[in-house]
């Protein structure tokens, strides 16, 4: 059994696949984009003004909040501040819970951490925040935030084991993944360094199942709290990583021998969609190694696969490591430290086919339901040594799922060096297939640990060196991004930041070219308990926005309560300035006798 038996199983479902094309064809397969977006324009005269947005307006701001939750919003983020409590928090929380009790711990949680960052214990007590927020022009996007409790030693043995292949525990396949796509025992919790996001681990198929019976219980909730809802998954969560590794390896070797041969075509250095191969110099190339003879390539490359060019993009490329083409017999590359050829396409045995098969169709479960219900649904990013293949996975339920409007949303995690070549090259691809690019940009979830790993593994940082960078990264993928918006109404993203700047740029750019938020193209999201000096100003002013509302027991979520007071010392630069509004907000109750808003 071969990792290329992943294509066909997925696309076993597939009853739409459009072959890739060449940049003529493309406008004519972008039409449908284009002629809603004439559409549109004929109706922007009937549209009301954009009111203007104004993160200082405290009032405003704040008026969907009673005077004591600002009060524990101030405690909260004092108390993140405080660099010794954040360094011992989960001792005192252990002997907060031994003096006090499970019962008066609880209360008190919900008084303070968990009432900030946590909406309830379950769905039901959780409605009536999702229909206040909801009131004041904010979403809800559900998140069971329940993490297992695992001890680092314990974490480290389920990562090790569900990372590595049969062949090799049997020592015979170690050499032939890349050391960026095998498990390394130092990071075997990958908890470490990881503060905003909840991490998985496997265990079993059966707990699998019951992290997808999760994700539909949330997908249905959304469903129901609302007509334009969203939910979020985590493929980590639906299937042993172990093949999402092996994949990456794959789909990282390929573009690597891609910018190989693009270097001895003399093209090195350019950006990935202007970078372009030679058909014939490359079948020259593929003979001269001993991959295939003449004879072999003759049609492997044909006018019908890639048009009549004469080159070869990088999307083109990508497309061959599929079975409809006779090349993916012969996929090999050269490694790189003895200069063999060796197969791209790994071995599975029969039970790890199986545990792909099903995480391929826990995916395919999950999406079908979004559709049904009407939720859109965003998946999460994760490690680089999981990236490529999620993205890739991501990808092809996008092809077949997002039709007529974008149902099945891409992360990308903009202090990655390699971002904007990625939002360029899947745009094009949903150019040239005609299906809906739907797109969540972050900053990020993993940095600490993504360079302390490769340090010590010994790859390159695929961390963008500054947090300048990576702020100018963000904006410039949302930049092309929001002018994909301008010329085809079917696509849209989601800008998922608590950081100002950002969200006036957006705002900014939307002005400028012509996007209006009824348009429901351009989404905001925050997490809640944080920065809603952002969140309700852009709802009261009718811009599309919501909040990450998780939900779950007390003692459950404890874990991901200690992400958030750690993102919050990590980003006190805002939270200062968020301080700073609920402060003001609060002395301007008491000098006014409003100290006891209700809101309404």
């Not at 020592?171 to 990958?190: I, L």
């Not at 799922?401 to 691809?429: A, G, S, W």
Request: charged share 25%; net charge neutral.
């Amino acid at each position: 059994m071969s990792l290329r038996r992943a294509f066909p199983v997925l696309r076993s479902a597939l009853s739409r696949r459009t072959p890739l094309s060449t940049a003529p064809e493309t406008r004519e397969q972008h039409a449908a984009g284009l002629e809603a977006v004439r559409g549109r324009g004929a109706a922007e005269d009937a549209r009301p003004p954009v009111p203007a947005v104004d993160f200082g307006n405290t009032q405003e701001a704040y008026r969907s909040r009673r005077s004591w939750e600002l009060a524990r919003s101030l405690l909260v983020l004092r108390l993140c501040a405080s660099p010794a409590l954040l360094a011992r928090h989960e001792q005192l929380l252990r002997l907060a819970r031994r003096l006090l009790g499970q019962r008066l711990f609880d209360r008190l949680m919900k008084m303070t951490f968990y009432g900030q960052f946590v909406a309830g214990e379950d769905q039901e007590s959780i409605r009536p925040l999702i229909q206040h927020n909801r009131a004041f022009g904010v979403g809800s996007i559900l998140d069971y935030g329940v993490e297992e409790d695992l001890t680092p030693e314990e974490a480290e043995r389920e990562e090790m084991e569900s990372c590595t292949s049969a062949s090799e525990r049997d020592g015979h396949g170690t050499s032939k993944r890349e050391k960026q796509f095998q498990a390394h025992r130092a990071f075997g919790d990958h908890r470490d360094g990881v503060v905003s996001t909840r991490t998985y681990f496997y265990a079993s198929e059966a707990k699998c199942d019951s992290h997808m019976e999760m994700f539909l219980r949330c997908i249905e909730a959304s469903g129901g709290a609302s007509e334009d809802g969203f939910s979020a998954i985590k493929l980590t969560a639906l299937g042993r990583p172990q093949f999402l590794l092996q994949f990456s390896d794959v789909l990282t070797k390929w573009r690597r021998f891609f910018h190989q041969m693009a270097a001895e075509q003399g093209k090195a250095g350019l950006a990935a969609m202007d970078t372009k191969l030679e058909v014939a110099a490359l079948q020259e190339s593929v003979v001269k190694m001993g991959i295939a003879s003449r004879m072999e390539i003759e049609n492997w490359f044909t006018v019908e696969t890639l048009g009549v060019s004469g080159t070869l993009d990088l999307l083109d490329w990508g497309s061959l490591i599929d079975s409809r083409t006779e090349l993916s017999r012969h996929l090999v590359v050269p490694n790189m430290q003895t200069g063999q050829l060796e197969p791209l396409l790994s071995r599975f045995t029969e039970e790890e086919e199986r545990q792909m098969t099903r995480m391929l169709q826990r995916m395919d479960v999950l999406a079908k339901k979004a559709s049904e219900v009407g939720v859109r649904l965003m998946v999460d990013a994760e490690q680089t040594y999981f990236q490529p293949a999620i993205s890739r996975l991501t990808l092809e339920m996008q092809r077949r799922f997002n039709v007529e409007r974008p149902l099945i949303f891409n992360t990308y995690q903009c202090y990655l060096k390699d971002t904007y070549d990625n939002v360029t090259l899947d745009v094009e691809l949903a150019r040239r297939e005609g299906w809906c690019f739907g797109a969540k940009l972050v900053r990020g979830a993993y940095m600490a640990q993504e360079r302390a790993r490769a340090l010590e593994i010994g790859y390159e940082d695929p961390i963008n060196p500054t947090y300048e960078a990576t702020n100018a990264m963000y904006h410039r993928c949302l930049n092309y991004v929001l002018e994909e918006l301008k010329h085809n109404a079917r696509a849209a993203v989601m800008v998922a930041s608590h950081n100002e700047d950002t969200v006036r740029f957006t705002l900014c750019r939307m002005e400028e070219l012509g996007l209006h938020p009824a348009d429901c193209q351009v989404y905001f999201g925050q997490l809640l308990g944080m920065c809603d000096q952002i969140s309700f100003p852009l709802g009261q002013a009718g811009y599309p926005v919501y909040k990450y509302v998780p939900y779950g027991p007390v003692m459950e979520v404890l874990p991901y309560l200690s992400r958030r007071a750690l993102e919050n010392s990590g980003v006190m630069k805002g939270a200062q300035r968020e301080w700073q509004l609920l402060w003001q907000e609060l002395k301007r109750r008491l000098r006014t006798g409003s100290l006891f808003h209700r809101p309404a």
